[in-house]
């Protein structure tokens, strides 16, 4: 089976993008009831995981510079965390969200260029053990 290619990455990263919107922009009153410690790490995993994998899907595709990745996600995620901000229903401006947000963004992009590096020796066949 072939690895994703840019294109593939380019969709998983948009439906990324668009994941994170919905799930920022639901009413806090819509969320499931959870005790504050429960959320607090249910939370901030899933806005690293979210948008670390939207990042790596960027990465991977080609979209763009990797500055130009990071700064797109960083600001997409101040954006959003400032409508909670301001938005009825449960929700709220948080830093520890953009702080998790930038973990996940800064994780991917080392581990896409070697996930890049180790697709590509594959292909070729010439996998060094370094490489592996």
């Known amino acids: 089976m072939n690895a994703p290619g840019p294109i593939q990455f380019k969709w998983m990263a948009w439906a990324t993008v668009a994941s994170i919107l919905i799930l920022s922009l639901v009413p806090g009153t819509s969320l499931a009831k959870l005790s504050w410690d429960a959320l607090l790490g249910i939370d901030k995993l899933g806005h690293f995981l979210l948008y670390g ?15 130009f990745i990071v700064t797109g ?16 229903g449960g929700r709220s401006f948080d830093l520890l ?18 996930s890049d590096k180790l697709h590509q020796c594959r292909k070729d066949n010439n996998c060094n053990e370094e490489d592996a």
């Open 53 to 67: 994998f939207a990042a790596f899907c960027f990465f991977r595709a080609q979209s763009g510079g990797p500055l």
């Open 73 to 88: 996600l960083l600001f997409l995620g101040l954006l959003l965390e400032i409508c909670q901000g301001t938005m009825p």
């Open 97 to 114: 969200d953009l702080l998790a947000n930038a973990g996940g963004i800064i994780f991917a992009w080392p581990l896409s260029t070697s």
